[in-house]
């Protein structure tokens, strides 16, 4: 018996275990194009990202550059006063803290950006764009009442804004844009229409709101119009997903496979030199556990271009699966190489070097693993991930009681990886309490499609159900 400071989960916290979910890309792709303002957080600021919704001409550009000169240097104080001055002369411009908020985000200071925006709709309480951006904020978080409530405030206030009507079509657009993003996400599909519709008349060369409409479409059973939409969404934005592959992923959704695989295949077909298709293939042919398909897929992107990473990914992925630790080494090897900083990367070499027998492969999985965990401390979205996969490692090297702890850690956050579940079953049925491992490997098999260690996971219940009572 395994000395340890925390316990294993009891038999009632193994029934109530929830994987962690994997978005749905529909729902996904909505969230992403909704939320504008939050979007722009990846983006170098530049003064057209601050007033370029509101003025045309670059009059104020040198003074808002001066501004954000000093947000990047710290002087925050500094930065507030050049945009305070900079909006009492020119009227038409957002509000300061708007434009403040705008800042904070792209350095992903969302406390102090929400700061902002509450202190601007005391201000300024006629401004419709505060309710805005703490409507994407809020849709981002998946508080989909409060997000409604700021979006139907917007749209009541732009109702009445007469000071710039450059920013006037932009509170239209965005407030239609964030309604049916609050339907959609309500399956309400027929307001969702309505309010697209609405944001189309007003914008109806944007690649974006083809899509969002298309996706509606599509929930309406209006499949052949949905199609449409996806391709004039590629027609006016030729870096738009394939329309074929749009499809896809919506039969996919609705879990009709065999319709999505035909809707893949015509894809590949329509642009076998794209190599955004391929990968989105390979992709989905992954998920699907055709590893053969996969492979074809993901050598053809890497024939485009060698040094495609996610089709190194892919690659290493259906090695891995396959049980070729040697060659999924290579790909994900290569891959780590290539992109220090990419998490799926260092995260999956980890776990195929600690299967190797060598001494210094192991030890390079833990120091991988070990990085992978520092560098995603407060990250909620791949944290659990990273700490899962150091678990794993240091069980494997045989460091059994902080493996231990870290599981019950994960455990705690009641975010669990999948394949975390087979990594936390083998654990148990390795102390003896097959009774525990074979309830989470069921719960695993009966509602994952596909993980990365779902072969692994059938043959230790085969053996579970196999031994002796």
């Given amino acids: 018996m395994l000395r340890r400071r925390f316990p294993l989960p009891s038999a009632a916290a193994v029934r109530g275990i929830h994987f962690q979910p994997r978005c749905a890309p529909a729902l996904a792709v909505v969230a992403a194009l909704v939320c504008g303002g939050v979007a722009a957080a990846q983006q170098q600021p530049t003064a057209q990202m601050l007033i370029g919704k509101a003025v045309s001409d670059d009059d104020n550009s040198e003074e808002v550059n001066n501004a954000i000169g000093r947000f990047m240097a710290s002087d925050i104080d500094g930065c507030k006063a050049i945009l305070e001055r900079v909006r009492s002369n020119n009227p038409k411009l957002p509000p300061s803290g708007v434009m403040m908020a705008m800042l904070w985000m792209n350095v992903n200071r969302l406390a102090e950006a929400r700061g902002e925006l509450e202190d601007t709709t005391n201000k300024f309480p006629a401004d419709p764009e505060p309710y805005l951006m703490l409507g994407d904020l809020a849709f981002q978080d998946r508080r989909i009442t409060e997000s409604s409530l700021l979006f139907n405030k917007a749209t009541e206030l732009t109702k009445a804004f007469m000071d710039n009507p450059k ?11 964030g309604l049916a993003a609050v339907a959609e996400a309500r399956r309400q599909w027929e307001t969702a229409r309505k309010h697209i519709d609405a944001w189309m008349a007003l914008d109806p060369d944007n690649a974006s709101a083809r899509q969002r409409l298309g996706i509606v479409l599509f929930q309406l059973g209006e499949t052949d119009k949905a199609l449409e939409q996806f391709r004039e969404s590629k027609k006016l934005d030729p870096k738009s997903l394939q329309p074929e592959l749009w499809m896809a992923r919506l039969y996919s959704d609705a879990k009709k496979r065999d319709v999505a695989r035909k809707q893949i295949e015509a894809a590949v077909k329509a642009a076998p030199k794209d190599i955004t298709v391929l990968l989105g293939a ?76 060598d001494r210094d492969a192991r030890q390079r999985a833990v120091e991988l693993a070990e990085g992978n965990v520092k560098m995603t401390r407060d990250n909620a979205a791949i944290g659990p991930a990273a700490l899962t996969t150091l678990a794993w490692v240091y069980y494997r090297v045989g460091r059994r009681e902080e493996a231990e702890r870290i599981f019950a850690q994960v455990m705690q956050s009641n975010q669990l990886p999948t394949d975390g579940g087979y990594y936390l079953a083998r654990v148990l049925a390795d102390k003896g309490d097959k009774d525990k491992a074979r309830q989470i490997l069921e719960q695993m098999l009966g509602s994952e499609p596909f993980f990365a260690t779902r072969a692994e996971a059938v043959d230790l219940l085969d053996k579970i159900k196999a031994a002796p009572k």
Avoid at 300 to 306: H, I, P, Q, R
């Fill in 167 to 177: 920013r006037k079509r932009d509170f239209e657009i965005r407030s239609n844009a």
């Fill in 282 to 357: 390979a992709e989905w042919f992954l998920g699907q556990n055709d590893l053969e398909a996969a492979k074809t897929n993901a050598d053809a992107a890497l024939a485009l271009d060698e040094k495609n990473l996610g089709a190194k990914l892919v690659r290493g992925t259906v090695a891995r699966i396959a049980r070729d630790y040697r060659g999924a080494e290579k790909y994900f090897n290569d891959a780590h190489t290539q992109s220090p900083g990419n998490f799926a990367a260092a995260n999956s070499l980890a776990l195929v070097l600690v299967e190797s027998e």
